[in-house]
T-cell receptor, first 116, second 114 residues
Framework: EAGVAQSPRYKIIEKRQSVAFWCNPI?????LYWYQQILGQGPKLLIQ????????DSQLPKDRFSAERLKGVDSTLKIQPAKLEDSAVYLC??????????????FGPGTRLTVL | AQSVTQLDSQVPVFEEAPVELRCNYS??????LFWYVQYPNQGLQLLLK??????LVESINGFEAEFNKSQTSFHLRKPSVHISDTAEYFC????????????FGQGTTLQVKP
């Protein structure tokens, strides 16, 4: 079974530029999560989708971050414009979501973003 | 709201020695508890989880964790570690709502030395 795929694996941009990350979850997984992991900290949830609807985006900085999940499968996360403090690893995870609070979340390898 | 504190950022230990990685949580509601592990150059993966029932849960590779409600702790232990256990370990909680949102601790790096 293929795991969660993410691309690119690394990205370096200048501040005020825009960037987009892509995630392909495990086939059949209804729930998709985007986490931000700053160096030395644990992952922090940015946004959660159930199929193609948003369940929780309370910690997404909506003035600069946006995300979509087309047709309930792939997802993209965009930052525009980027700030220095956005330097982090962006993790995508998915789960079957029969009972989301108990489900195992499967994580992709992450995208490491450096903002200069 | 929930929070998780992992009391040690790094734990160095010699191979075949026992180890304990400490995790404390704070929550006003009942929670589910998880340990995730991140091996070098790999993504996070579930190690074990406590949902209900026996407070002692085990993983397939010899780790165990015990839920202690009175001390709000979920410490991870292994009686004898291997070099291959070198990784970063994250404790996480979720409330019992239907969103599955995980709150992670800061992580503990386990360094197993030969």
């Amino acid at each position: 079974e293929a795991g969660v795929a993410q691309s690119p694996r690394y990205k370096i941009i200048e501040k005020r530029q825009s960037v987009a990350f892509w995630c392909n979850p495990i086939s059949g997984h209804a729930t998709l999560y985007w986490y931000q992991q700053i160096l030395g900290q644990g992952p922090k949830l940015l946004i959660q989708f159930q199929n193609n609807g948003v369940v929780d985006d309370s910690q997404l900085p909506k003035d600069r971050f946006s995300a979509e999940r087309l047709k309930g499968v792939d997802s993209t996360l965009k930052i525009q414009p980027a700030k220095l403090e956005d330097s982090a690893v962006y993790l995508c995870a998915s789960s079957l979501a029969w009972i989301p609070s108990t489900d195992t979340q499967y994580f992709g390898p992450g995208t490491r973003l450096t903002v200069l | 709201a929930q929070s998780v504190t992992q009391l040690d950022s790094q734990v160095p230990v010699f191979e075949e020695a026992p180890v304990e990685l400490r995790c404390n949580y704070s929550s006003s509601v009942s929670v589910y508890l998880f340990w995730y592990v991140q091996y070098p150059n790999q993504g996070l993966q579930l190690l074990l989880k406590y949902l209900s029932g026996s407070t002692l849960v085990e993983s397939i590779n010899g780790f165990e964790a015990e839920f202690n409600k009175s001390q709000t702790s979920f410490h991870l232990r292994k009686p004898s570690v291997h070099i291959s256990d070198t990784a970063e370990y994250f404790c996480a909680v979720s409330d019992r709502s239907n969103t599955g949102k995980l709150i992670f601790g800061q992580g503990t790096t386990l360094q197993v030395k030969p």
